[in-house]
């Protein structure tokens, strides 16, 4: 099968497709606009990606590691693999069928060896972005990044345990940045942005670098190869 395109210095951000373009995705409904992000690709296809994580703690204390992943989307399903510093091997899968509720799992290493992957802060859902499918909950006021104006949308953990409010360029659609909070809580406990952001030709958004940050706080994670082809391509 034809290969689709191999980048460097990217990371692919799955299942989002082309957003209407300019002051119409703007306008767009919130469920519409959602709608669109999350429309399936045409074919199903695996993507490739390696990096380095860097974090901070408390403390001050460094803390680094190697990251690859292998992820798999469908229309209606993404499995991924997270391998860490080629010890720990992380297995997550969601579901997301049409008129049916996301559906996520998570399987851990047998033995995971120290540092795991939550030292890191991050979240398997971070670097898969499966947030973007969480339960719609409402439209937010509209707020600025980098001279960028965003549609805020709040979106609800499908476990029921707290809830992600994921900032979107208005015009393109691309997620710039994201906040997660506990349940009935005010404040975010962790928070998410996209750096060096470029959209390909497919309609899919590629970026360089992420950054985490929570309470005392902060992680890196910087990629440098990620690869996508259509499944039965070697």
């Known amino acids: 099968m034809k290969k689709i395109t191999t980048l460097m210095l990217t990371i692919l951000l799955p299942a989002i497709c082309a957003v209407q373009a300019g002051e119409e995705a703007a306008v767009l ?4 606009f959602l709608q669109e992000l999350r429309r399936p690709l045409r ?6 990606i390696t990096g380095r994580i860097q974090h901070v ?7 680094e590691g190697e990251l690859r992943v292998r992820i798999t989307f469908t229309s209606t399903s993404m499995h991924a693999q997270l391998v860490l510093n080629n010890q720990n091997v992380y297995a997550f899968e969601q579901q997301h069928k049409p008129q049916e509720k ?6 851990m ?13 991050l979240e398997p859902e971070d670097l898969t972005f499966s947030f973007l499918y969480w339960d719609f909950l409402e ?18 953990h499908p476990h029921g345990t707290g809830t992600v409010e994921v900032w979107f360029d208005a015009a393109m659609g691309f997620p710039m940045a994201a906040f997660w909070y506990h349940q009935n809580q005010e404040k975010p406990w962790r928070a998410l942005e996209m750096k060096g952001a470029k959209r390909h030709e497919n309609g899919l958004w ?5 950054r985490l940050e929570g309470e005392n706080w902060k992680t890196r994670v910087l990629f440098d190869f990620a690869s996508l ?3 039965g391509n070697k």
């Open 102 to 107: 996301v559906t996520s799992a998570l399987s």
């Open 29 to 32: 409904p919130p469920e519409v």
């Open 109 to 121: 290493p047998e033995k995971e060896v120290a540092p795991g992957l939550f030292s890191f802060g």
């Open 206 to 210: 590629f970026v360089k670098e992420m």
């Open 229 to 231: 082809k259509e499944v």
């Open 43 to 48: 074919q199903d296809v695996w993507g490739e």
């Open 139 to 156: 439209e937010l006021p509209a707020q600025k990044s980098r001279m960028r104006d965003c549609r805020v949308m709040k979106l609800a």
């Open 57 to 63: 703690d408390a403390e001050g204390k460094n803390l």
